[in-house]
């Protein structure tokens, strides 16, 4: 079993290199992936946001044994629409989870006034919470505002997509140090170089970092192959399957 804990499908192809779903299938057909937890794509249009999560939620309906549907809300749209979103991809989508992105929304994770009423919406309705963790905008989605987040909902699960990374350079001792004080953190190891991301597995424990390939961003096969190839090197067989599936299982609540 193999579950891809970060791949996006959009609508159309008119931004950058999106893909529609048919081709992510074909993707995680060519990979060997078995499930994909399924976000909306970057580059990121308000316009697009109702239409996008809709496409989402038809292309769930159409392969429901391979993608894993994940809500995204915009602090900017104004929380009575938010609140909105939310209700939506959870109750009528049956998404597992709602995504914040800072780093495309610019906002603050931690912000009183536009995430955190959000957030609490979220988990309220008893679900995972993701968040974008790069050190492509910094100041935004810093690691340390997840541990604050993380800390005030101690019941919530979050995941912290890319573990500081998404750039050149990164923030993954900090997301290792927020997953150290916060058991209800799991790190999603996409868009992170191979040294920091074995050494999150080492230091935190294979069953609180899962595989993610950031497709169509990466390629999904050689992002399989590069895990594939530390994991005989570095870790045991059953590392391996938290790793590759179980992780992100058991922070999304999937029976095994």
Request: glycine share 8%; aromatic share 10%.
């Amino acid at each position: 079993m193999i579950i891809d804990a970060d791949v996006h499908i959009s609508p159309t192809r008119e931004s950058g290199n999106s893909i529609l779903v048919e081709e992510l299938i074909e993707r995680m057909d060519d990979a060997g992936v078995d499930k994909g937890l399924t976000w909306i794509q970057p580059p990121y249009v308000r316009s697009l946001l109702d239409n996008s999560l809709k496409y989402l939620y038809e292309s769930v309906k159409r392969f429901p044994d391979r993608l894993l549907g994940f809500g995204w809300v915009d602090p900017n749209l104004g929380l009575d629409r938010c609140f909105d979103t939310i209700r939506r991809c959870i109750e009528e989508y049956g998404f597992y989870g709602v995504k914040l992105n800072g780093a495309q929304n610019t906002f603050y994770l931690d912000d009183e006034t536009t995430s955190i009423p959000l957030i609490e919406a979220i988990s309220r309705l008893g679900k995972p919470v993701a968040f974008h963790c790069g050190a492509d905008v910094r100041d935004y989605t810093h690691p340390f505002l997840i541990a604050k987040v993380a800390k005030r909902f101690p019941e919530t699960q979050f995941l912290m997509v890319h573990m500081g990374g998404a750039a050149f350079d990164d923030f993954s001792r900090s997301a290792i140090q927020a997953a150290n004080e916060c058991p209800n953190l799991t790190l999603i190891g996409s868009a992170i170089r191979s040294i920091p991301l074995i050494g999150a597995i080492k230091e935190l424990g294979s069953h609180r970092v899962a595989f993610g390939s950031d497709t169509p961003f990466e390629l999904m096969y050689l992002e399989i192959r590069k895990y594939q190839a530390f994991i005989e090197k570095e870790f045991t067989p059953e590392d391996g399957e938290n790793i590759m599936w179980r992780t992100i299982a058991g922070a999304l609540g999937l029976t095994p």
